[in-house]
């Protein structure tokens, strides 16, 4: 049974770090590509970053690229977002998932999220 666990997050301030992690079950990360998403307040949820099956290539959206940084540890089985010089525009509930195929009913299983909260 797929699950995904996230964990890290809480109340910062600008400026400073967190790193979440993302504790999947049910299939090996090493698999599929592994994809951080985030859903800010009354916001539609949005593409964090994305991790190749390989683990050789990772995509940032713009707004995070040079802040945050993806990893994981495969004996793990967990993925990480390191998150740097954080500001009030990366408050949001932050979600790990696989890249399933769309036709795949696993693609509609999400994890309960973190939340990340940063102050001015």
């Known amino acids: 049974q797929v699950q995904y666990v996230e964990s890290g997050g809480r109340s910062v301030k600008s400026g400073e770090s967190l790193t979440l992690s993302c504790a999947a079950s049910?299939?090996?990360?090493?698999?599929?590509?592994m994809t951080w998403y985030r859903q800010p307040p009354g916001k539609e949820r949005e593409i964090v970053a994305v991790?190749?099956?390989?683990?050789?290539?990772?995509v940032y959206r713009d707004t995070v690229k040079g802040r945050f940084i993806m990893s994981r540890d495969s004996a793990k089985n967990t993925v990480y977002l390191q998150m740097n010089s954080l500001n009030p525009e990366d408050t949001a509930l932050y979600y790990c998932k696989a890249a399933w195929p769309e036709s795949d009913i696993r693609a509609n299983i999400w994890g309960q999220g973190t939340r990340v909260t940063v102050s001015s």
């Open positions: 991790m190749s099956p390989a683990g050789d290539n990772v």
């Open positions: 049910g299939f090996s990360i090493d698999n599929y590509a």
